[in-house]
């Protein structure tokens, strides 16, 4: 059988954002997310994902034969798989009326998580904020010209989050001892890159948490449980509703599928028999 190779690149190219998207939220739905494998009952593949350091890689294979379908890039992939999640986390818990948003952290991440927002909401104002001005600065620009909007640099995290109803956190930024505005989501959008719960402990305790597997700081339901309708995700206006993307590797799973089978026709990859 021939193996596929994608590169960050190739990953990129063969990812349908608004097909995952729906995809993924079909598996939140259907599956109980736990467990450090990345396997799921019925489902055509399976993976096994390879870190060293700052990289990974992930292997798919048959779920049948146990072939190696493909290995990618895990690293981008797991970016914009977590982005799509946290955006969908959003459509769900947020206000309604939800259009302005604080974006709170650097690099890919920040801008993978905005870029996914929009797909879910109509957005009208966003605030960014990370430690390096000149960066910041920069990533505003590059932003507003690429989503056509209205994106502003902001020189504090207060400051971002004054008018915002969503707030993404990445990177580690976190909220500090400030107090989240009454009726704001929140999205974590990598629980991964905190050590600890980037909000006060006061409120923490005051938010309604959500996740996509176990939340890490305090009981919480699953995304998968709102999308069931067996628990409640946002009861009143003034909620602020908190989630948290843990990363189970199931969710990574089905991105990497997605993209297997978004390649089939892609010409531009390098495929290999392995077994020969």
């Given at each position: 059988?021939?193996?596929?190779?994608?590169?960050?690149?190739?990953?990129?190219?063969?990812?349908?954002?608004?097909?995952?998207?729906?995809?993924?939220?079909?598996?939140?739905?259907?599956?109980?997310?736990?467990?450090?494998e990345?396997?799921?009952?019925d489902?055509?593949?399976?993976?096994?994902?390879?870190?060293?350091?700052p990289?990974?890689v992930?292997?798919l294979?048959?779920?049948?034969?146990?072939?190696?379908?493909?290995?990618?890039?895990?690293?981008?992939?797991?970016?914009?798989?977590?982005?799509?999640?946290s955006?969908l986390?959003?459509?769900?818990?947020?206000?309604?009326?939800?259009?302005?948003?604080?974006v709170?952290?650097s690099?890919?991440?920040?801008?993978?998580?905005?870029k996914?927002?929009?797909?879910?909401?109509?957005?009208?104002?966003?605030?960014?904020?990370?430690e390096?001005?000149?960066?910041?600065?920069?990533?505003?620009?590059?932003?507003?010209?690429?989503?056509?909007?209205?994106?502003?640099?902001?020189?504090?995290?207060e400051?971002?989050i004054?008018?915002?109803?969503?707030?993404?956190?990445t990177?580690?930024?976190?909220?500090?001892?400030?107090?989240?505005?009454?009726?704001t989501?929140?999205?974590?959008?990598?629980?991964?890159?905190?050590?600890?719960?980037?909000?006060?402990?006061?409120?923490?305790?005051?938010?309604r948490?959500f996740?996509?597997?176990?939340?890490?700081?305090?009981?919480?339901?699953?995304?998968?449980?709102?999308l069931?309708?067996?628990?409640?995700?946002?009861?009143?206006?003034?909620?602020?509703?908190?989630?948290?993307?843990?990363s189970?590797p199931?969710?990574d799973?089905?991105a990497?599928?997605?993209?297997?089978?978004?390649?089939?026709?892609?010409?531009?990859?390098?495929?290999?028999?392995?077994?020969?």
């Amino acid at each position: 059988m021939l193996t596929t190779f994608l590169s960050r690149s190739d990953v990129s190219r063969n990812l349908n954002a608004l097909h995952l998207l729906k995809e993924l939220r079909e598996a939140l739905a259907k599956y109980p997310l736990h467990g450090d494998e990345a396997r799921l009952p019925d489902f055509p593949a399976w993976a096994v994902v390879t870190r060293t350091g700052p990289h990974a890689v992930l292997q798919l294979h048959d779920a049948a034969t146990g072939g190696l379908l493909a290995v990618m890039d895990a690293v981008h992939l797991s970016t914009l798989r977590a982005s799509l999640v946290s955006a969908l986390a959003a459509d769900v818990l947020a206000r309604s009326d939800a259009k302005h948003v604080a974006v709170l952290g650097s690099g890919a991440a920040a801008s993978s998580a905005l870029k996914a927002l929009r797909l879910v909401r109509s957005l009208e104002h966003v605030w960014v904020n990370e430690e390096d001005e000149a960066q910041n600065f920069a990533r505003a620009r590059a932003l507003a010209t690429q989503l056509s909007m209205d994106v502003h640099d902001v020189a504090s995290v207060e400051e971002a989050i004054a008018a915002a109803d969503l707030v993404l956190l990445t990177g580690g930024v976190s909220l500090g001892e400030l107090k989240v505005p009454a009726g704001t989501h929140v999205s974590i959008v990598q629980a991964s890159a905190f050590n600890f719960a980037p909000l006060s402990p006061p409120e923490l305790q005051h938010a309604r948490a959500f996740s996509d597997g176990v939340f890490p700081w305090k009981q919480g339901a699953t995304l998968g449980d709102v999308l069931r309708a067996t628990a409640p995700g946002r009861v009143d206006a003034d909620d602020v509703t908190l989630f948290a993307g843990v990363s189970p590797p199931q969710l990574d799973l089905i991105a990497a599928f997605h993209v297997f089978e978004g390649a089939r026709h892609d010409e531009g990859l390098t495929r290999l028999d392995l077994e020969s």
